[in-house]
């Protein structure tokens, strides 16, 4: 294996204590140790430190396989966001103000999420039924490849 390409394993510690992006931390890198990284190094330094994800997987709210097209659709963003509620690790005030404001719709409406991936939309809200237990209409069968583990 070779050398490293971190300086300071403590001040990276640090940055993602403080949330910063890999994004971020490559700049700065760049800027401060003329050293060029990639985000693979920063996921990698998280992982061997045993370093909190910075993301939520919840396969109970997003329990889909979600196809490229519908990556960025609102309502998955939304469940996103509600995951990273859910889990503790907070969203930004912004995030939350929409995510509140997303529920209280669903809510009015008496409406839960559905994913059907072989339409163009791909999300729909659909009136919610007695079975819905969650802001999701829950599919029959799992199909993400992105469970809630590590």
Same mark, same amino acid.
Request: hydrophobic share 35%; charged share 25%; aromatic share 12%.
């Given at each position: 294996?070779?050398?490293?390409?971190?300086?300071?394993?403590?001040?990276?510690?640090?940055?993602?204590?403080?949330?910063?992006?890999? %994004?971020?931390?490559?700049?700065?890198?760049?800027?401060?140790?003329?050293?060029?990284?990639?985000?693979?190094?920063?996921?990698?330094?998280?992982?061997?430190?045993?370093?909190?994800?910075?993301?939520?997987?919840?396969?109970?709210?997003?329990?889909?396989?979600?196809?490229?097209?519908?990556?960025?659709?609102?309502?998955?963003?939304?469940?996103?966001?509600? %995951?990273?509620?859910?889990?503790?690790?907070?969203?930004?005030?912004?995030?939350?103000?929409?995510?509140?404001?997303?529920?209280?719709?669903?809510?009015?409406?008496?409406?839960?999420?559905?994913?059907?991936?072989?339409? %163009?939309?791909?999300?729909?809200?659909?009136?919610?039924?007695?079975?819905?237990?969650?802001?999701?209409?829950?599919?029959?069968?799992?199909?993400?490849?992105?469970?809630?583990?590590?």
């Amino acid at each position: 294996m070779g050398a490293s390409k971190i300086v300071n394993e403590q001040e990276v510690v640090g940055w993602f204590a403080e949330g910063k992006t890999y %994004a971020w931390m490559s700049e700065e890198y760049l800027t401060k140790y003329n050293i060029e990284t990639v985000p693979s190094l920063w996921g990698n330094f998280r992982r061997r430190r045993g370093l909190a994800r910075r993301i939520t997987r919840d396969d109970n709210l997003i329990p889909w396989f979600v196809q490229p097209q519908h990556r960025w659709a609102y309502p998955v963003a939304m469940l996103r966001s509600e %995951a990273r509620a859910r889990s503790g690790m907070g969203n930004s005030e912004n995030t939350d103000e929409r995510l509140a404001s997303w529920k209280q719709t669903l809510q009015a409406a008496n409406a839960v999420v559905h994913y059907d991936p072989d339409t %163009a939309d791909g999300f729909y809200y659909v009136p919610r039924l007695p079975s819905d237990t969650d802001i999701i209409r829950q599919p029959r069968l799992k199909t993400t490849r992105r469970k809630a583990a590590d």
